[in-house]
């Protein structure tokens, strides 16, 4: 069975910084694409990074110098690094393997003041 699960979403101030964690179980996690996304109240979600089996990277423009990816296969887990906070980086944050029908179950970013 296949589990990814999010953790390190909390609430912080804006400017302020925070570490997204998706540990994959029941998965070969080396071989997949790994993705982050959010859906913030009333909007679609949509993709804020990917991270290709090989390291490759790719960023939303939004998100683009302040969020980084990146993943340590020997812990079968990917990070979202996030520096620079804005309000609008609020929103639900999920982790995924694209094209596959795996997704974490969330965590919860709050940027405020």
């Known amino acids: 069975q296949v589990r990814l699960v999010e953790s390190g979403g909390g609430l912080v101030h804006p400017g302020g910084s925070l570490r997204l964690s998706c540990a994959a179980s029941?998965?070969?996690?080396?071989?997949?694409?790994m993705g982050w996304y959010r859906q913030a109240p009333g909007k679609q979600r949509e993709l804020v990074a990917t991270?290709?089996?090989?390291?490759?990277?790719n960023y939303a423009d939004s998100v683009r110098g302040r969020f980084t990816i990146y993943r340590d296969n020997a812990k079968n887990t990917v990070f979202l690094h996030m520096d620079t906070l804005k309000p609008e980086d609020t929103a639900v944050y999920y982790c995924?393997?694209?094209?596959?029908?795996?997704w974490g179950q969330g965590t919860q970013v709050t940027v405020s003041s």
């Open positions: 995924s393997a694209p094209g596959t029908p795996y």
């Open positions: 029941g998965v070969i996690f080396s071989i997949y694409a």
């Open positions: 991270i290709t089996s090989g390291g490759s990277t």
